[in-house]
């Protein structure tokens, strides 16, 4: 008789190296996604408090769980309109090095694994100077989702903890 926890047929199996595992959601009509491994948790909707000024992008500060955690309106850091308040939005809070932040968007979507294959590259189409905020893109069932860098989305600020860390 064999051991079910030594079966190795039985056991998942093991992850494909050559894949990233990404988090998906919608932000301002379009599809985005995150590398998971900066993702710390994903949290309801709740109004932030206006910081003064702050750029525009920046809807305010939350509570959690103790802790000040910036808001940044997502879709207005890619040149969106601004997202309406609606109690279906949901903050997404993601770490950059020390740099701890809420990304608020419309929905989170799903998990995907693409293959590296399937990431491609980005087309340079920004105006010169501008900071190119995605970092790859893939396609799912004719969705295109656009993979952002967390180091560029996330904006250093002056006199914190993590600046000058990107």
Do not use: K
């Not at 079966?7 to 988090?23: F, G, N, R, Y």
């Amino acid at each position: 008789m064999t051991d079910p926890l030594m079966d190795t047929d039985a056991a998942a199996p093991p992850p494909d190296p050559v894949t990233q595992e990404l988090l998906t959601f919608q932000c301002g009509g379009q599809s985005y996604a995150v590398d998971i491994m900066s993702v710390r948790e994903i949290r309801s909707w709740s109004e932030p408090t206006p910081m003064p000024h702050a750029p525009p992008y920046m809807r305010g500060m939350v509570n959690l769980r103790g802790s000040v955690l910036p808001v940044m309106d997502l879709a207005e850091r890619l040149g969106q309109a601004r997202t309406e308040d609606n109690p279906r939005n949901v903050i997404i809070v993601i770490q950059e090095d020390r740099r701890v932040h809420g990304l608020l968007v419309e929905a989170v979507s799903d998990i995907v694994h693409p293959t590296l294959e399937q990431l491609q590259e980005v087309p340079n189409l920004e105006a010169e100077g501008a900071t190119q905020l995605a970092e790859r893109l893939f396609v799912v069932e004719d969705t295109m989702i656009q993979v952002l860098s967390t180091e560029r989305v996330l904006p250093v600020v002056a006199g914190s903890a993590g600046a000058g860390l990107a």
